[in-house]
Each structure stands twice: as C-alpha cells, then as structure tokens.
C-alpha cells in the first residue's frame, strides 16, 4: 500500500507506513527515534488522519484544533506503534476524529481530536 506524504520532516514525521485506508478509517505504524510523550502519540494520531483517503481534501494542510477524553492507558516501552483513525463526522473542512494507539494487542492510549483543512 503507498504511503501518504506530510509537510513534517524527521524527527516530527512519526508515521511511517499506512497498513489500511478506506474513507473512513486509517491504520498505520507509528515510529519515535525515543520514547514517545503523550503529545508526540497525539501528533501521530493527527498526523495519521491524512491516510484516510478522501480524494476531496487531498493535499490539504490539516491543524489540530481540539482534544478531548485522552487518556493514556499504559506505561510507554516501545518505539513503535500501531496508531487506528476513524472518521466520527466532518462539517465542509471540519472533520471530528478518535484514535486508538496500540503496542502489538494492547491499546496504550485513546481519545477524540478535530482537525480543520485548509
């Protein structure tokens, strides 16, 4: 499956392969070069949100706008993760999204954020 390019350059780009897409959903493997904080899990979540294919909004600047209900489930071990985007709702360039972020089967962290495209 082809990747998705983004502005962000190392060390800022975390995703690093997309797995799945449909027009709803993405999955794709994160990476960090150290361990990773919650922020840099969310910007990977964000980040991720551009594998979801919408050929509407293709080659739009996504910006994180909102969080809500984060929550960090597991202490942080691993470089690598799998981050799970869905698509909840979207409002012209608006779009609401949750992601879950997993280390092989076990969710480590949750939660909601908005990104709007321009």
């Not at 361990?35 to 949100?49: D, V």
């Amino acid at each position: 499956m082809p990747d998705f390019s983004l502005p962000h350059k190392a060390p800022i780009k975390f995703v690093k392969s997309l797995l799945q897409t449909d027009k709803k959903s993405a999955t794709v493997k994160i990476a960090y070069e150290e361990l990773p904080t919650i922020g840099m899990l969310i910007e990977a979540a964000a980040q991720s949100s551009a594998g979801i294919s919408d050929d509407e909004n293709s080659g739009r600047m996504g910006f994180l706008v909102s969080l809500k209900n984060v929550k960090f489930l597991q202490d942080i071990k691993s470089y690598e993760y799998i981050a799970k985007i869905e698509l909840v709702s979207r409002l012209e360039n608006f779009k609401s999204l949750k992601f879950e972020i997993y280390e092989e089967e076990s969710m480590i962290a949750k939660g909601s954020f908005a990104i709007i495209l321009q």
